[in-house]
C-alpha cells in the first residue's frame, strides 16, 4: 500500500502525545509527536502568521488531516528528529498548542534524499513558487550531479516546469556572464528574481561576506526576499505602438525609457540591416536581429 492511500484518524485534540522513543525508530505509521522534539530545518522558509493562517483555521476545526514526515539527524540528539516534510503543519502545531503527527524514517536521510521526498510528498507544484522550486531542484543538481532532465524525472517535476522555474533566460544579456560564474542554486535565484532587483541581488552574491567567504544561497536567497519587501520600483511596463510608414503597418514595443528620437533611430538601424539583406524573405527578418 502506499503512503498517498494510508488512512488514519488522528485522535482527539486531549489524547496525550507520545515522545519520539514511544515511536518506535522505523515504524512507517503516523504517529503523534511532541513538537518540542522536532527541529525545522535551519533552510526552510519562514512562516509568517498570514501564510499560516488558512491553515491554522483547518487545524484547529479539522485537526491535522496529512501527515508529515520526520527523521533523526547526527546533528540532533537521539530523541529529537528533523522534520523533512510538514514543516508548516509543525508551526501550526506549535502555535496552538497540539502535536504533530508524523511518519518516521526511522533512519538518518542525505539532503539529496530528502529533496526527493519533499518535491514527491509535498506536492510543490501547487504550493510551491517558481523560486523555491528552482532553489531545491538547482540544489538537486548540484548534490548529484546529474543532468536538468534527469533531475525532473527523478523529482517528478516536468521539463518545461523546471526551465520555467530557472528561467535563467530571464537574466539580463548584460549580466549574464556574471551570474554564469555562479554556482547553479545562486544563479537560479538570481534569474528568479524581479529583474529590477537583479543587478543589486548579483552584486550582493558577488561580494564576499564580513567574514570573507562566498555568499551562501541562503544568505542570496534573503537578500532578494529583502529586496522585494523595499519596495523596489517595478520594471516599466512595455508598451506596442502601431505606426504607418510609406503605407505600411510597423508595430513597435517601447517604453517609458523610450523617445521619438531614439525609436527613429532604431527604423534606420533597422532598415540598414534589412537592406544588407535584401533577398532573405520576410519570415527570416527576425534571424537577422538575433
Not at 485522535?11 to 515522545?19: F, G, I, K, N, T
Not at 530523541?79 to 503527527?101: D, H, S
Not at 510608414?245 to 517604453?255: M, N, Q
Request: charged letters at 30%; glycine letters at 6%.
Amino acid at each position: 500500500m502506499s503512503v498517498a492511500t494510508l488512512k488514519a484518524d488522528p485522535p482527539p485534540p486531549d489524547r496525550p502525545s507520545v515522545s519520539l522513543r514511544e515511536a518506535g525508530q522505523a515504524e512507517l505509521a503516523p504517529r503523534y509527536y511532541d513538537t518540542e522534539l522536532i527541529v525545522t530545518p535551519p533552510d526552510n522558509p519562514a512562516h509568517s502568521p498570514a501564510m499560516l493562517a488558512n491553515l491554522e483555521a483547518s487545524m484547529r476545526e479539522h485537526g491535522q488531516l496529512v501527515p508529515g514526515w520526520v527523521a533523526p539527524s547526527p546533528d540532533l540528539t537521539e530523541n529529537q528528529r528533523l522534520c523533512l516534510e510538514g514543516n508548516g503543519r509543525l508551526a501550526v502545531a506549535r502555535r496552538i498548542g497540539r502535536p504533530f503527527w508524523a511518519f518516521d524514517l526511522g533512519r538518518d536521510v542525505p539532503e539529496a534524499e530528502r529533496i526527493r521526498l519533499m518535491f514527491q510528498h509535498h506536492q510543490c507544484r501547487r504550493v510551491w513558487s517558481r523560486e523555491e522550486i528552482a532553489e531545491r531542484a538547482a540544489r538537486y543538481i548540484e548534490l548529484t550531479n546529474c543532468p536538468a532532465a534527469e533531475a525532473a524525472r527523478l523529482l517528478g517535476v516536468s521539463g518545461p516546469t523546471l526551465s520555467r522555474a530557472f528561467g535563467e533566460r530571464r537574466i539580463l544579456p548584460e549580466l549574464r556572464e556574471r551570474a554564469d560564474r555562479l554556482g547553479l542554486s545562486i544563479r537560479s535565484l538570481i534569474a528568479a528574481a524581479p529583474v529590477a532587483c537583479m543587478a543589486r541581488a548579483l552584486d550582493f552574491a558577488e561580494t564576499p561576506g564580513p567574514d570573507g567567504k562566498k555568499r551562501t544561497r541562503d544568505q542570496v536567497a534573503e537578500y532578494i526576499r529583502q529586496l522585494k519587501k523595499s519596495g523596489q520600483p517595478k520594471g516599466r511596463k512595455a508598451r506596442t505602438v502601431t505606426l504607418r510608414l510609406s503605407g505600411r503597418i510597423v508595430t513597435l514595443t517601447v517604453d517609458d525609457r523610450d523617445s521619438a528620437c531614439s525609436v527613429a533611430e532604431d527604423l534606420k538601424a533597422i532598415a540598414a540591416r534589412l537592406g544588407k539583406h535584401a533577398e532573405v524573405p520576410p519570415d527570416g527578418w527576425t534571424f537577422l536581429f538575433q
